[in-house]
């Protein structure tokens, strides 16, 4: 079972909260698909342009 994004809740797999994730328990903050936010190294920012 995948977990959900922070900001979209969309579901991720297991693998990718692993590396995304801020911790163990969290999900990731952003994900592929989210279209205002970002990852910009370990910060999370918004899109300068719309990704969708």
Request: aromatic residues 4%; glycine residues 8%.
């Amino acid at each position: 079972m995948g977990r959900k994004c922070q900001n979209c809740e969309s579901m991720v797999t297991e693998r990718y909260a692993r590396v995304f994730a801020p911790d163990a328990t969290a999900g990731p903050r952003v994900c592929p698909n989210c279209d205002d936010l970002v990852r910009d190294g370990a910060d999370v920012r918004r899109a300068r342009a719309n990704r969708g």
